[in-house]
T-cell receptor, first 115, second 113 residues
Framework: DAGVTQSPTHLIKTRGQQVTLRCSPK?????VSWYQQALGQGPQFIFQ???????QRGNFPDRFSGHQFPNYSSELNVNALLLGDSALYLC??????????????FGPGTRLTVL | AQSVTQLGSHVSVSEGALVLLRCNYS??????LFWYVQYPNQGLQLLLK??????LVKGINGFEAEFKKSETSFHLTKPSAHMRDAAEYFC???????????FGKGTRLHILP
């Protein structure tokens, strides 16, 4: 049973560019959440997708956007990259929307470096 | 608003000694509380969670945590540390109807031989 997978593993971009990160949820899961983990910090919630719609959003600017596809996979897009966007981006999947009651399974993350 | 504070960014214990990682939370609603572990270059793995059932929660790998409402604490313990326990540990909180999880800054656990 494949867990949560993310691609790419590492990515290097320059300021002002745009980036797309991808996530495939654990088999049987229909909900995807995205988190940003800056170096030395805990993960911060970006947003969550369920039924192809954004259900909840953290305190991130509109430069951060996402999408969920009918097969439940998801993309995270970041426009106009800033140096401060350098971080590990984690995707987590879960089943249903009973709040955080349902365990979120995390992928290994995508390490984004902005130069 | 919800938040967690983890006391000590680094904790060192000897192999075989008691592990105690401290976490205090703040929540305006009954909380769900979590402990996650992150090994180098890996994602987060759930160790245990509190969802308003038993206040003493047992998790994987011999870890357990006790929810103390009067102290707003959810400290993580393990009776005997192993070298494989060396990792980063995150305490986290969520509201019962909330999807987002709020994480602490993490505590890196070092195991001394």
């Amino acid at each position: 049973d494949a867990g949560v997978t993310q691609s790419p593993t590492h990515l290097i971009k320059t300021r002002g560019q745009q980036v797309t990160l991808r996530c495939s949820p654990k088999s049987g899961h229909d909900t995807v959440s995205w988190y940003q983990q800056a170096l030395g910090q805990g993960p911060q919630f970006i947003f969550q997708y369920y039924e192809e719609e954004e259900r909840q959003r953290g305190n991130f600017p509109d430069r951060f956007s996402g999408h969920q596809f009918p097969n439940y996979s998801s993309e995270l897009n970041v426009n106009a990259l800033l140096l401060g966007d350098s971080a590990l981006y984690l995707c987590a999947s879960s089943l249903g929307v009973r709040g955080a009651y349902n365990e979120q399974f995390f992928g290994p993350g995508t390490r984004l470096t902005v130069l | 608003a919800q938040s967690v504070t983890q006391l000590g960014s680094h904790v060192s214990v000897s192999e075989g000694a008691l592990v105690l990682l401290r976490c205090n939370y703040s929540s305006s609603v009954p909380p769900y509380l979590f402990w996650y572990v992150q090994y180098p270059n890996q994602g987060l793995q759930l160790l245990l969670k509190y969802t308003s059932a038993a206040t003493l929660v047992k998790g994987i790998n011999g870890f357990e945590a006790e929810f103390k409402k009067s102290e707003t604490s959810f400290h993580l313990t393990k009776p005997s540390a192993h070298m494989r326990d060396a990792a980063e540990y995150f305490c986290a909180v969520s509201g019962s109807r909330d999807d987002k999880i709020i994480f602490g800054k993490g505590t890196r656990l070092h195991i001394l031989p």
